[in-house]
């Protein structure tokens, strides 16, 4: 009996889950924040040569990468709330594409922020 209720228990935890209320737009947002830690590692070695820039670059993502962590991400117990959120995540994009403008990449910086800044107003909840 205790053993048939155990794998009964443990056949619906095992039960795949469906993330619920995730489509492109989500998808295109987890691709905008890898691509904010890839344009920053980049602008880093834009502002120095050899490893310097590198470790520059490392740095700046770490930084927007803990950002994120603390106060955006879903899971956060510190997750900001909206407007609050949007706000800061504006200011982070804003910010990464100055970075990349003053190492050179300013297309690329500020085809990013439009990008980024528009999936995250559409995400908005």
């Known amino acids: 009996m205790l053993t048939t209720q155990l794998i009964d228990l443990y056949a619906a935890l095992m039960q795949p889950v469906k993330p619920q209320d995730i489509g492109p737009l989500d998808a295109l947002a987890l691709m905008c924040e890898i691509a904010m830690v890839v344009l920053l590692v980049f602008s880093g070695h834009g502002f120095a040569g050899g490893w310097h820039g590198w470790a520059i670059g490392a740095f700046l993502a770490a930084v927007a990468i803990g950002i994120w962590t603390q106060w955006m991400a879903p899971n956060s117990v510190r997750r900001l709330e909206n407007p609050t959120r949007f706000a800061v995540q504006v200011m982070l994009f804003f910010t990464v594409a100055l970075y990349a403008a ?12 439009a990008i980024a800044i528009s999936t995250f107003a559409a995400l908005r909840d």
Do not use: H
Not at 102 to 113: D, N, R, Y
């Open 102 to 113: 003053a190492a050179g990449l300013t297309w690329w910086g500020f085809g990013f922020a």
